[in-house]
Nanobody
Framework: QVQLVESGRGLVQAGGSLRLSCAAS????????MGWFRQAPGKEREFVAA????????NYADSMKDRFTISRDNAKNTVYLQMSSLEPMDTAVYYC???????????????WGQGTQVTVSS
């Protein structure tokens, strides 16, 4: 059974930083593309970033590529999202997701975590 478990939820002030983690189990982690998505209240879920299982290739939403960094540690079966210069508009539930295909631009993922809340106060 595949499980993706996010951690690192928090309340931060605008301008602050936060790192989210997502621990994966039940899959061969180093063959999966991993991604982060977020959903703000009253809005649709949106793509944040993705990272390939090899080569360090990444893809970011344009509005976040200068402030967010996705990374992974295949030895720990964990993907991270380092967020900096946070703004109130970044307040959302953040989800990690995994898929087998290598296309970082395709947003259809096979497995999803339960989400973790990030709140940025002004």
């Amino acid at each position: 059974q595949v499980q993706l478990v996010e951690s690192g939820r928090g309340l931060v002030q605008a301008g602050g930083s936060l790192r989210l983690s997502c621990a994966a189990s039940g899959l061969t982690f180093n063959t999966y593309t991993m991604g982060w998505f977020r959903q703000a209240p009253g809005k649709e879920r949106e793509f944040v970033a993705a990272i390939a299982w090899f080569g360090g290739r990444t893809n970011y939403a344009d509005s976040m590529k200068d402030r967010f960094t996705i990374s992974r540690d295949n030895a720990k079966n964990t993907v991270y999202l380092q967020m900096s210069s946070l703004e109130p508009m970044d307040t959302a539930v953040y989800y990690c997701a995994g898929k087998r295909d290598l296309d970082l631009l395709l947003l259809a993922y096979d497995y999803w975590g339960q989400g973790t809340q990030v709140t940025v106060s002004s």
